[in-house]
Every structure is written in structure tokens, then in C-alpha cells.
């Protein structure tokens, strides 16, 4: 066993160790949150040694990146998230990469993913795609996801898309130093979540939020799915978000 294999084993053990506390604290069952390691910036390889160790859930946040980590990973039995910023032109290929684009922000980039699926292959099988709306929660915050005036807008047009799933939202606030101060952020999507649910009348299972360093915080306010990269694989060569 490699020395990078038994790292990525530990720190999942210690991610486990993390979750689990959040939940009991929190009244909920760990088995109700999904890990998604983020492997953007490491080789395919150290996404092998996690998947060993047992992560079911890899999330990217470039395309091209991916495309070129794929072909030796596709034996492999995991989820595949995007979950950065998608810029239009490369929907299409995301669409085909991609179970699930965690990052829609736009009806327009809906469109593009829902059409990509329309195509010839769909006679012998149709194919569908998970996304969640990426929301931006304060508007001097960050540069990506739809504001919450036009969230349900957004969300009811994305719901007439046939072949999109349309599970629930996501957020990226920005990083703060005290994981504590990010409390009301993740309180204010579950909120948004709850209103939108009520107002689609449909379950919105799917609540993504939570990094490395507040995933607990997270977890207590409701999260089902945390987006793991720095204390599962290590920290990054390149400070890329
Ligand atoms: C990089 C990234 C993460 C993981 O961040 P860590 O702090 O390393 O855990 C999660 N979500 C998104 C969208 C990212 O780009």
C-alpha cells in the first residue's frame, strides 16, 4: 500500500469520524449525507486510491479536466459531479460527462444540457441528468449561482426541461476563517430550499453545501450533500477554488 493510499484512507476515516458527529448532533443519521470528494487539480490516480478506500461521489469543477482524467477511470462504478462554474459552450459535453451538473445558474446553460440529450440516442435510451441550482446568497458575495428573487423563475422553466432532474440547490459562499460564521448562509439555502419545495409543491431532496473546513456546520443545518476536496486528497498545488 502506498503512502498516498493509507493518507486518503486515514483523512476518509477522519471525515467519517467528523460526519458522523455532525449528525448524531445534529438528530440525523450519517448515512444521509453523501460525500463528494473534490479531486479538481489531483490525478486520476489518487481518485482510484479514494474510490478504493471506499468514496462513491468524485465532483470536478472544469471540464476539460476531467475529459483528460477520464479514460483511465472509466471502470470505475461512481457518481461524477461537476460542480463548478459551467460556461455555455462546453454544456454539451458536460451533459455527456457529467451524472450530475451541481452548478446551473442559468436557463439558458438548462436548455443546453437538456438538449444535448435530446439527441439520436434517445430513441434506444433516454438519458437524464441530475442538476441542482446553484444559488448565490448575498449578492455582493460571489460572482456565480441566480439570485433568490429569480430562483423559482428559474426553477419552474428548468422543471419543464424533460430530460433534466431537477433534485435540489447548491451554494459556494465564500470562505470564512470561523466555519461558525457561515451558519446563517447554509440556514438561509435550507430556507430557500423549504419555500421552494412548498411553492413547486415537489420534494427537493438535495441540499449541497459545505467544504472542507465547515461541513459540520453544514451538516447541522441540513446539508445531504458536502463537497470534500483539501481534507480528503490534501491541499492543492495551485489555491484554485
Ligand atoms: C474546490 C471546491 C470544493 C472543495 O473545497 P475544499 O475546501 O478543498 O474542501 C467544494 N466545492 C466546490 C464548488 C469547489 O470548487
Redesign the pocket.
Known amino acids: 500500500m502506498s503512502v498516498e493510499t493509507k493518507t486518503i484512507r486515514e483523512n476518509l476515516e477522519r471525515i467519517r469520524e467528523r460526519v458522523e458527529r455532525a449528525a448524531r448532533r445534529a438528530g440525523r443519521r450519517a448515512e444521509e449525507i453523501t460525500l463528494v470528494g473534490?479531486s479538481?487539480t489531483f490525478p486520476a490516480d489518487c481518485i482510484r486510491e479514494a474510490f478504493e478506500a471506499g468514496v462513491r461521489h468524485f465532483?470536478e469543477?472544469r471540464v476539460q479536466e476531467w475529459e483528460g482524467k477520464r479514460p483511465s477511470l472509466t471502470n470505475l462504478e461512481a457518481t461524477w459531479h461537476l460542480?463548478?462554474h459551467l460556461q455555455s459552450n462546453k454544456a454539451a459535453r458536460a451533459a455527456h460527462l457529467f451524472h450530475t451538473v451541481?452548478?446551473v445558474d442559468s436557463f439558458a446553460l438548462a436548455q443546453r444540457l437538456d438538449r444535448a440529450l435530446a439527441g439520436p440516442e434517445e430513441a434506444t435510451e433516454p438519458q437524464r441528468l441530475r442538476i441542482l441550482i446553484e444559488v448565490r446568497l448575498a449578492e455582493e458575495e460571489t460572482k456565480s449561482g441566480v439570485s433568490q428573487a429569480d430562483l423559482s423563475g428559474l426553477a419552474e422553466a428548468v422543471l419543464a426541461l424533460s430530460h433534466l432532474d431537477f433534485c435540489g440547490l447548491m451554494c459556494?459562499p465564500p470562505?470564512l476563517e470561523n466555519a461558525e460564521l457561515m451558519r446563517p448562509r447554509f440556514e438561509k439555502l435550507r430556507d430557500a430550499r423549504d419555500t421552494l419545495a412548498r411553492r413547486l409543491g415537489r420534494a427537493l431532496p438535495v441540499l449541497s453545501m459545505g467544504?472542507?473546513?465547515d461541513f459540520e456546520v453544514a451538516i447541522e443545518e441540513g446539508a445531504t450533500e458536502i463537497?470534500?476536496?483539501?481534507?480528503?486528497f490534501g491541499s492543492?498545488a495551485t489555491n484554485?477554488?
Open positions: 473534490v479538481k465532483g469543477n460542480v463548478g451541481d452548478s459556494i470562505l467544504m472542507s473546513h463537497r470534500v476536496g483539501t481534507a480528503l492543492r484554485r477554488i
